[in-house]
């Protein structure tokens, strides 16, 4: 598994804080609870570093209120599920996304840890078929 792509930069999305419905158990399935998302997309920026224009840089607040919307939105049963769905989002926000690397952590999944979670790593060809 590569954790770096040659000649991308990086857009890094940390510690985002979402409430919402997420796990198997009935109280899980019923009330909100904190859900922690790290994303970061691998990306040429060289255009918008010369340009200084908008339009050439990815917009980095769209596709973190997709990320929000679906989170608050959606009710999926495993980590597993949510941590593919939010890698889908980043690289459909942006033609120019060619990787991301999505975290999402439960703080407050286990008795005795700061949380647990799972990260994935998927390229543009992998989430669409590109």
Do not use: C
Not at 20 to 46: A, F, S
Not at 115 to 124: A, D, K, L, M
């Amino acid at each position: 598994m590569h954790l770096t792509t040659p000649n991308l930069d990086k857009i890094e999305i940390k510690d985002l804080l979402v409430r919402g419905i997420l796990g198997i158990n009935p109280e899980e399935r019923k009330n909100r609870q904190d859900i922690l998302v790290n994303v970061t997309m691998w990306v040429d920026t060289r255009q918008a570093g010369i340009s200084d224009a908008i339009e050439d840089a990815v917009n980095y607040k769209t596709i973190t209120k997709a990320i929000l919307a679906h989170v608050e939105g959606g009710a999926p049963m495993l980590v597993e599920r949510l941590v593919a769905e939010i890698a889908r989002i980043a690289v459909a926000g942006d033609e120019r996304v060619q990787a991301v690397q999505v975290s999402v952590e439960k703080p407050t999944a286990l008795r005795f840890a700061r949380s647990v979670g799972i990260t994935i790593y998927r390229s543009r060809d992998e989430l669409l078929g590109e």
